[in-house]
């Protein structure tokens, strides 16, 4: 079935720093989501892009669909952007996602 | 806001015994899904569905069976839960205009 892997597993930051999430995927996606999930807590979805580069806030997501890859960008990491992103591939007609295993980010004073 | 509330939001059940796990949706969204968390993994589809009265399996769908009674509600039944059922429950439902998902807050199941 189709992979989503993520890398780093994990990312220690210094507030202020840059932070840069990979994700790689098996097959041909019709999309590429990210999310962010708190220890315990719900997911939220950051960005949805199916292609290109997508700008919200401090974070950028590139996705290269033929090259069956993206990338979340953090800007200036702050101490309550710690926490777990994940990206999710969506197949079967956008119907499904499938999620990598996460990038868990620790941002330190 | 979409809102999607899932009930309970822990369980501790007994192997062999019943689990029905519930969600509602104020979003008048068509698709919901059910994905399960184990730690230090992602999510991982059970099942989904695109219209009350319809489900369909998805990527881990044995053991597990699900319920749309209506757009609002999509329940996930384990008839005979097992230990390897123990794990963090998501339900969300998808916006029909972006394909944006809205989770609720999760279901810690653990099975005894």
């Known amino acids: 079935g189709q992979q989503v892997q993520q890398s780093p597993a994990s990312l220690v930051l210094q507030e202020g720093e840059n932070a840069e999430l990979q994700c790689n995927f098996s097959s041909t996606a019709t999309r590429l989501q990210w999310f962010y999930q708190r220890p315990g807590g719900s997911l939220v979805s950051l960005l949805s892009?199916?292609?290109g580069t997508k700008h919200t806030g401090r974070l950028t997501s590139t996705t290269v669909t033929k090259e069956r890859r993206g990338s979340l960008h953090i800007s200036s990491s702050q101490i309550t952007d710690s926490g777990t992103y994940l990206c999710?591939?969506?197949?079967?007609?956008?119907?499904?996602?499938?999620f990598g295993q996460g990038t868990v980010l620790s941002v330190i004073p | 806001e979409a809102a999607v509330t899932q009930s309970p939001r822990s369980k501790v059940a007994v192997t062999g015994g019943k689990v029905t796990l519930s969600c509602h949706q104020t979003n008048n969204h068509d698709y919901m899904y059910w994905y399960r968390q184990d730690t230090g993994h992602g999510l991982r589809l059970i099942h989904y569905?695109?219209?009350?009265?319809?489900?369909e399996k998805g990527d881990i769908p044995d053991g597990y069976k699900a319920s749309r009674p209506s757009q609002e509600n999509f329940s996930l039944i384990l008839e005979l839960a097992s230990l390897s059922q123990t794990a963090v429950y998501f339900c969300?439902?998808?916006?029909?205009?972006?394909?944006?998902?809205?989770f609720g807050h999760g279901t810690k199941l653990s099975v005894l």
């Open positions: 892009n199916p292609s």
């Open positions: 999710a591939m969506a197949t079967g007609g956008n119907n499904k996602l499938t």
């Open positions: 969300a439902s998808r916006d029909n205009s972006n394909e944006r998902l809205f």
């Open positions: 569905s695109y219209v009350a009265d319809s489900t």
